[in-house]
């Protein structure tokens, strides 16, 4: 509430068979986790530029750039880029490429090559140090395990890959339609 307030975002609590809460336009229970209610804070402040930020630009920044740009609107501009941007892991291609999304155009970012004005910047690591980005823009922090590596096997470690874009996926299916779950 104090967020949501602070950014002039509606919430409305009701009760009815539980206690229910609305951010914005998205319902959600009373004990939802904080990552959805900053998303739906985020997604009521209906942002034009959503920027990734990780360190490689390589796995979850890449990864979250191709769901969001399949889930977004048209008219939001949705770009990745990293503190010490290296290559596309070809996991996180495959990865997506089992959900019928294509990434294989993309290529690893520096800050630096940003352009426009972004609004909304989501920081997705967990183990290093986040970049930051300098200009004004609402912020969200998506802690998620690094993929790259994980496990002891090349399966292991797809695995950790697929499950990082499966949480992306509900993640970013909060900020951009508004559906909670």
Do not use: Y
């Amino acid at each position: 509430r104090d967020v949501a307030g602070t950014l002039g975002v509606d919430v409305v609590a009701h009760e009815g068979d539980g206690v229910q809460t609305r951010v914005g336009d998205v319902p959600m229970a009373s004990d939802a986790p904080r990552w959805m209610v900053e998303a739906a804070v985020l997604r009521a402040l209906e942002p034009t530029h959503v920027l990734f930020l990780c360190v490689a630009n390589s796995a979850r920044s890449q990864m979250a750039e191709g769901l969001a740009r399949s889930l977004a609107p048209a008219d939001v501009t949705i770009s990745s880029a990293g503190s010490e941007p290296t290559k596309v892991r070809p996991q996180a291609i495959a990865a997506l490429s089992e959900v019928g999304l294509d990434i294989t155009g993309h290529a690893s970012n520096g800050r630096e090559d940003v352009e426009g004005h972004v609004d909304a910047v989501i920081t997705l690591c967990a183990e290093e140090v986040c970049p930051v980005w300098l200009g004004h823009a609402g912020r969200l922090h998506w802690g998620l395990p690094e993929p790259a590596g994980a496990g002891e096997t090349p399966e292991e470690e797809m695995e950790a890959f697929r499950s990082v874009r499966d949480e992306l996926t509900r993640r970013l299916t909060v900020l951009v339609r508004g559906v909670s779950g």
